[in-house]
């Protein structure tokens, strides 16, 4: 997939772990830990917009767009 998704970045960045958050976006951990891992296929705008509140940045210091073919593991 072209986008990558830096959530676990911006955690550390803002010293939040998964627990944390989790309460504060109202999303299972599995959920979160799914998007923190980068596994997700979709994310709900919702779910992006109390992410973003949460952790008090832009949707693009979470979400990044990568050529096909640039994609590193993560």
């Known amino acids: 997939m072209a ?3 830096n959530l676990d970045v ?3 960045k803002r010293k939040k772990g ?3 958050l989790a309460g504060e976006v109202d999303i299972t951990l599995a959920n979160l830990s799914i998007l923190k891992n980068n596994k997700a296929k979709a994310i709900r705008l919702t779910t992006l917009n109390a992410i973003c509140k949460a952790l008090q940045c832009q949707p693009g210091d ?3 767009y990568v050529e096909e073919g640039e994609e590193q593991d993560v």
Do not use: H, V
């Open 18 to 20: 998964l627990t944390e």
């Open 3 to 5: 986008i990558i998704i």
């Open 10 to 12: 911006m955690m550390a």
């Open 62 to 64: 979470i979400l990044q």
